[in-house]
């Protein structure tokens, strides 16, 4: 008797072959950032939280350091990320310029920035920067800062002269003296207060923006578990990070290669107490945002609530119990 097929066997047929393609289309490699302004990442690659997850689905984990937002966003614009850390501000202007990201997770409340200048500087003031030269990093929550603290003063950046540095070589370029002024950013700059003196003559904590975590939007379509369970480990690492102060400290320090006593500076500055994204971030970021049309620094055309609208899924929290 010749062999018939059935619709049940279609059916077992048809499911067998989308599972053989799901798990062909699985990734094998999942690639995350880490960073010293993201204590919650330190924690995630020392203890191998990540890797231990994944090692059931043969999914490697690959670790790449970004040395600022811009870098961070640079690289998952470029496909060469799946996840990577920036101030929430930073991740907006990317969104607007067209980077197709995804902002999912708090990693952090920092005050992350603030302006700096050397320990016997006469600046003292915003005001005292017309005409001066000024470190800072493009695309960044210092820049972003920087920017917001001269409008706040009656200045633009066509008022000074922006020295386009990475964070830790603007902070080189101060002490030098190549600079009179620099947008910081931490830990480079608690180091910069503890082994220098340098001082931070413009602190605004409301005007840092937070940490954020983003996504690529194509990675997280396709891979929606995939997402879902890195989230759930760096809330992990989170809750770890908020009540192993100590330990936190030390791990810190030997990853950004600082002594314990700056790495602990930073931490004074840093919230780890949620790791909840929503109206507040979303608040924060829009303002930022309005600030930076004021400057010119965003064109007036683009939706500001409607970009942070496309830029925050909140969704993403119910991983996490949020």
């Not at 811009?70 to 310029?97: C, V």
């Not at 603030?114 to 001066?132: H, Y």
């Not at 082994?195 to 602190?203: D, K, M, P, S, V």
């Not at 480990?233 to 791990?251: C, G």
């Amino acid at each position: 008797m010749p062999y018939q097929l059935t619709r049940r066997t279609l059916t077992t047929a048809a499911l067998a072959s989308l599972a053989t393609r799901a798990r062909a289309d699985k990734p094998t490699q999942i690639t995350i950032d880490w960073a010293t302004y993201n204590p919650v990442s330190i924690v995630l690659k020392s203890q191998n939280l990540l890797e231990t997850e994944f090692a059931k689905d043969g999914i490697a984990v690959r670790w790449v350091q970004s040395a600022g937002s811009n870098k961070a966003l640079e690289f998952l614009n470029a496909g060469s990320l799946d996840f990577g850390s920036t101030a929430g501000a930073a991740a907006l202007i990317a969104k607007a310029n067209g980077n197709p990201i995804k902002t999912i997770y708090v990693y952090s409340k920092p005050e992350w920035t603030a302006l700096v200048t050397q320990a016997n500087s006469p600046i003292r003031t915003v005001a005292d920067l017309k005409g001066q030269r000024i470190a800072v990093t493009r695309g960044t929550d210092p820049h972003i800062f920087l920017v917001r603290a001269l409008a706040d003063n009656g200045l633009s950046t066509a008022d000074v002269k922006l020295v386009l540095l990475q964070h830790a070589d603007g902070r080189i370029a101060l002490e030098r003296g190549d600079v009179p002024a620099w947008a910081g950013l931490d830990p480079m700059m608690a180091a910069a207060e503890i082994e220098t003196g340098a001082r931070l003559f413009y602190r605004k904590p409301e005007d840092n923006t937070y940490g954020v975590l983003n996504v690529r939007e194509d990675f997280a379509t396709a891979n929606p578990d995939l997402v879902r369970r890195v989230l759930v480990v760096y809330e992990t690492a989170r809750k770890w990070s908020a009540s192993h102060p100590a330990e936190l400290n030390a791990a810190l320090a030997a990853a950004a290669h600082l002594p314990e006593p700056v790495i602990a500076r930073q931490l004074q500055r840093t919230d780890l107490s949620s790791g909840r994204i929503g109206d507040t971030q979303a608040a924060t970021i829009i303002a930022a945002g309005r600030a930076l049309q004021a400057a010119g620094v965003l064109d007036t055309s683009v939706d500001i609530v409607a970009t942070t609208n496309g830029l925050i899924d909140p969704s993403w929290g119910l991983a996490i119990g949020a």
